[in-house]
């Protein structure tokens, strides 16, 4: 490897940003801590930052990790990597108001204690601009309604990894169509022993197979909610 040999303070902007993008790709934690800075240093506006540098990064690990170029734990390297750097703009975005892609509330459903699959859309739908309140494991369906009141997210995401604990999704949905929020929000699900029919026969808006497809969907889903964006065609 070179790179040991790359001084970042002394590469322009642009070489900084697809450098950014390379050490993502690495899982370069404090690489990408040191590039962050340096361009907040540059007066880069931190949005620009994020969106520029981290989600581009992020949105290119996801493309590799769809196509199975990457693999889990390689992905969760990279996202711990972008999380560091998350960590640098996160109050700096607040201050300055920056725009949200959108909200999201996740976590794996009552009963089930998996949560690697859950913890990687977690930290790529926050890779892909999403703010994530990450409720854990084994949520009863109170904690997914009392997460909603608080926070009112654009999306709730629930995962299973048990085939006991899949049928505890439509508890959820269910409650939520009783308290007459379940059209508020765009509802995902995802786990190993769910697939699409289990998805719609539960009332859910999508069933996703991998962290990539969760944040492509919830960006879709968000932009049809909001008339943001060009209206994608059927192929």
């Known amino acids: 490897m070179s790179d040991d040999d790359i001084v970042l303070a002394e590469l322009p902007d642009d070489e900084l940003v697809q ?17 962050v800075r340096i361009l907040l240093d540059r007066k880069w506006v931190p949005y620009d930052v ?48 920056a725009p949200k892609v959108g909200k999201m509330v996740i976590g794996t459903v009552k009963g089930d204690i998996h949560d690697i699959g859950k913890n990687l859309v977690s930290m790529m739908m926050e890779g892909a601009g999403f703010e994530v309140i990450d409720l854990g494991i084994n949520n009863p369906v109170e904690a997914y309604l009392e997460a909603i009141e608080e926070h009112e997210p654009d999306i709730l995401g629930m995962s299973a990894l048990l085939t006991t604990t899949m049928p505890y999704m439509k508890v959820v949905i269910d409650a939520m169509k009783e308290k007459g929020i379940r059209d508020d ?15 719609k026969a539960i009332g859910a808006d999508a069933y996703c197979r991998d962290a990539a497809v969760a944040v492509e969907t919830a960006k879709q889903l968000v932009d049809r909610r909001h008339n ?7 192929a």
């Open 185 to 199: 929000l765009i509802v995902l699900v995802g786990g190993a022993p769910l697939n699409e029919e289990f998805g």
């Open 50 to 97: 994020l969106t520029k540098a981290l989600v581009e990064g992020m949105r290119i690990v996801g493309d590799d990790f769809r196509d199975g170029i990457l693999f889990v734990p390689e992905v969760l390297l990279s996202a711990n990597a972008m999380k560091a750097g998350m960590s640098i703009l996160r109050p700096l975005l607040a201050e300055t108001g």
């Open 228 to 234: 943001r964006g060009p209206v994608m065609a059927d």
């Open 19 to 35: 450098q950014m993008h390379d050490d993502l790709y690495d899982g370069l934690k404090e690489e990408i801590e040191e590039s």
